[in-house]
């Protein structure tokens, strides 16, 4: 199957996911947590990026954000990945071999009811993995981070925020949305609409993530 490409559209919002190496963790102490929600914001000032979402978890990280023009994101990325690994070696010196699994994933999302599916399964994923009670309750993720850092880090939603929100990412997704999410994860394909996501996958060279996985059966003779 094709790698998915690192090239990004500007103005185009995108989820972007990257693991550490071997699900190593990459945040040991709440210290590593808070000075990579930093590294986030001062990541700005070196590529046009609106960032609407994130939650940090021990051995990854999820990011949704907007680059201006495509080069963009990979310019936030790049910056924010190399300045952590450095940061992490210095401060780990008895660490060796890489800190992230390799290039990160990352597929586009339509600015619409898939965006906030997208930013509820985000937003949840210290809930879903038994690190808290509540959602809202992680400090490292864009719902529940300091009021002080979020209103410099974060951007305007493209779509209407939800006045019961909080309610919504602590509720659970139904089963064909999350199933419809992991594909995107795996594949790289676009989120949104059938008709919205085939024409995203052909603007991007996407298109055999809309096919199907293995090879096509033999007709009989």
């Not at 690190?131 to 529940?144: D, F, K």
């Not at 019961?164 to 989120?191: C, K, M």
Request: aromatic share 10%; with cysteine; charged share 25%.
């Amino acid at each position: 199957m094709p790698r998915s490409t690192r090239s990004a559209i500007g103005g185009v919002v995108y989820h972007v996911l990257n693991h550490g190496n071997g699900r190593m963790r990459i945040f040991r102490t709440p210290e590593d947590f808070e000075a990579f929600a930093q590294l986030l914001l001062a990541a700005k000032e070196h590529a046009a990026v609106e960032l609407f979402a994130f939650c940090l978890m021990p051995d990854h990280w999820h990011l949704v954000l907007r680059p201006q023009r495509g080069k963009d994101m990979a310019a936030y990325l790049s910056w924010l990945t190399n300045t952590h690994v450095r940061r992490h070696r210095a401060h780990y010196r008895n660490t060796s071999g890489h800190l992230y699994q390799g290039r990160y994933k990352s597929f586009a999302v339509a600015e619409d009811r898939y965006f906030l599916t997208l930013l509820r399964y985000v937003e949840s994923n210290p809930l879903r993995a038994k690190l808290v009670r509540r959602a809202q309750a992680w400090r490292w993720s864009s719902l529940g981070g300091e009021d002080k850092l979020l209103s410099r880090l974060l951007d305007k939603w493209p779509v209407p925020r939800p006045r019961n929100w909080t309610s919504l990412v602590n509720q659970s997704l139904d089963q064909a949305s999350v199933a419809r999410l992991q594909v995107s994860f795996i594949r790289g394909r676009p989120l949104g609409s059938d008709a919205w996501t085939q024409a995203a996958a052909r603007r991007m060279g996407l298109q055999y993530t809309l096919r199907p996985r293995g090879r096509p059966r033999k007709k009989p003779l």
